[in-house]
T-cell receptor, first 113, second 114 residues
Framework: GDSVTQMEGPVTLSEEAFLTINCTYT??????LFWYVQYPGEGLQLLLK?????DKGSNKGFEATYRKETTSFHLEKGSVQVSDSAVYFC????????????FGKGITLSVRP | KAGVTQTPRYLIKTRGQQVTLSCSPI?????VSWYQQTPGQGLQFLFE???????NKGNFPGRFSGRQFSNSRSEMNVSTLELGDSALYLC?????????????FGPGTRLTVL
């Protein structure tokens, strides 16, 4: 079945540091890929998405490129801020009439001033 | 446009009771999905409704059920509550079903079973 693997956390960075959060996936078809972010006490917010190979999703300084050859969708940001502290989830959705999202375990990011 | 709303935000129940959670999707959205979030299992898909029909179901026991109304609002019900049902229950809505359509999540209902 489908699965998403995220790097182990938590991750602690200083403000303005470079961020990479690894995400790899296993899927039978050609899924769409997503990064969601969850702030304390809140639901999930879509951060970015990519729907086909080589697509790059970007939002709020975050970027991720859909790499079919390595089945990866790593999240990057050049300079993190304290306000980026949250839990980040990588997710996939198979094509077709199915809205089910398969999530990774999530990773907690803490950014120190 | 208002986002996905879920009520109540917090619930405390005791074992053996049943509970009903409500979700109002974004206006115009016809697909509603439910997820359970726990520290141990992470985010797990419960079921999806589209045009009042359950279209997809995750690996949860029959104690978990749901429905969708003609205005796309959805409810989920958990009967005979167990301690392990304590979780954050998230509802998500999307305009269409499937494809690359984005799902938008509500703030969740935090259920505690004592």
């Amino acid at each position: 079945g489908d699965s998403v693997t995220q790097m182990e956390g938590p991750v602690t960075l200083s403000e303005e540091a470079f961020l990479t959060i690894n995400c790899t996936y296993t899927a039978t078809g050609y899924p769409s890929l997503f990064w969601y972010v969850q702030y304390p006490g809140e639901g999930l917010q879509l951060l970015l998405k990519a729907t086909k190979a080589d697509d790059k999703g970007s939002n709020k300084g975050f970027e991720a490129t859909y790499r079919k050859e390595t089945t990866s969708f790593h999240l990057e940001k050049g300079s993190v801020q304290v306000s980026d502290s949250a839990v980040y989830f990588c997710a996939l959705k198979e094509t077709g009439a199915n809205s089910k999202l398969t999530f990774g375990k999530g990773i907690t990011l803490s950014v120190r001033p | 446009k208002a986002g996905v709303t879920q009520t109540p935000r917090y619930l405390i129940k005791t074992r053996g009771q049943q509970v009903t959670l409500s979700c109002s999707p974004i206006s115009g959205h016809r697909s509603v999905s439910w997820y359970q979030q726990t520290p141990g299992q992470g985010l797990q898909f419960l079921f999806e409704y589209f045009s009042e029909t359950q279209r997809n179901k995750g690996n949860f026991p029959g104690r978990f059920s749901g429905r969708q109304f003609s205005n796309s609002r959805s409810e989920m019900n958990v009967s005979t509550l167990e301690l392990g049902d304590s979780a954050l229950y998230l509802c998500a809505s999307s305009l269409l079903q499937g494809g690359s359509d984005t799902q938008y999540f509500g703030p969740g209902t935090r259920l505690t079973v004592l």
